[in-house]
C-alpha cells in the first residue's frame, strides 16, 4: 500500500501580526494512516513576513491558491 501521509487533503492559510510585521503561515491538512488514533496531520509552516497587512493578505491568497491547485487528489469536503 502507497504512503498517503503526504497527501494533502487540505490547504489554508493565515495571517498573524508578529513583532510589527505581518506574517503569513500555510498550513497543510494531510492523512496520516501510521496513526489510527488520529489520522489527519496538520503542518504549519511560515512562508514570509510583509510590512503591511494587506501585502501579507494578498500573499496569502496568492499562496494558498497555488498550493490548493498543486494538491493531486480532489477536496473531499473536509
Known amino acids: 500500500m ?3 501521509r503526504d497527501e494533502a487533503i487540505g ?7 508578529e513583532a510589527g510585521r505581518w506574517v503569513v503561515y500555510l498550513v497543510v491538512t494531510m492523512w496520516n494512516a501510521d496513526a489510527p488514533d488520529q489520522p489527519l496531520e496538520r503542518v504549519r509552516r511560515r512562508i514570509r513576513d510583509y510590512a503591511t497587512r494587506e501585502d501579507a493578505r494578498v500573499a496569502s491568497a496568492w499562496m494558498q491558491r ?3 491547485r498543486d494538491r493531486q487528489t480532489p477536496p473531499t469536503g473536509l
Open 2 to 4: 502507497p504512503d498517503d
Open 66 to 68: 497555488a498550493a490548493a
Open 11 to 17: 490547504v489554508e492559510s493565515e495571517v498573524v501580526a
